[in-house]
């Protein structure tokens, strides 16, 4: 049986706001420093708007090349601008998610959903400004817990030998 693709796509594009309203605050900035006293500030204050110009540009560049998947069996992300690499979630892997909604992002109907694993070379995974109407955070529990049950794989806590040790490591006194 192969692979369902449940979600795919990426990050919005709010997650770049800062970095589109400083460039675009920068020309007429720019422009009117240039009117008011071009004796002074000369052309160099258009490097401003090339600055952050190249910057909103690079985000957007980043934000766009960076893509998630979401499948029946993994969580695949696949980032890079000139060097891609991908990174592969075994959605048996996951031990808890969780789903954070800032005031800014409950206004823009996106999400933040951290997904903590078990696995050694993600040990997290964060889908930033996810859109709340692609119910992300239910499809990917009730993915794992099929994964899961497909497979055969429980979960375990595992808790030190001495259970009277504080979460620091040193024993209760």
């Known amino acids: ?45 258009y490097v401003l708007v ?9 985000n957007w560049l980043v934000n766009y090349t960076t893509h998630y998947q979401l499948t029946d069996e993994r969580l695949v992300t696949t980032q ?48 930033d400004y996810m859109p709340v109407s692609a119910n992300l955070g239910d499809q990917l529990r009730k993915s794992v817990e099929a994964c899961r049950s497909k497979k055969g794989v429980r979960a375990l806590d595992m808790v030190g030998e001495n259970q009277e040790d504080h979460a620091d490591g040193h024993p209760m006194a």
């Open 1 to 45: 049986m192969s692979e369902q693709t449940l979600w795919s796509g990426t990050s919005s594009h709010w997650k770049n706001i800062k970095s589109y309203v400083l460039f675009f605050i920068s020309i007429p900035i720019s422009v009117g420093l240039n009117l008011w006293k071009p004796e002074t500030i000369g052309w160099w204050i």
């Open 50 to 58: 090339a600055v952050t110009g190249l910057i909103a540009f690079w």
């Open 80 to 127: 890079g601008i000139l060097t891609k690499v991908t990174n592969t979630l075994e959605l048996y892997r996951v031990r808890d998610l969780q789903v954070i909604q800032p005031l800014f992002l409950r206004v823009v109907s996106l999400q933040n959903i951290h997904v903590i694993t078990s696995d050694a070379t993600s040990a997290e995974v964060i889908l």
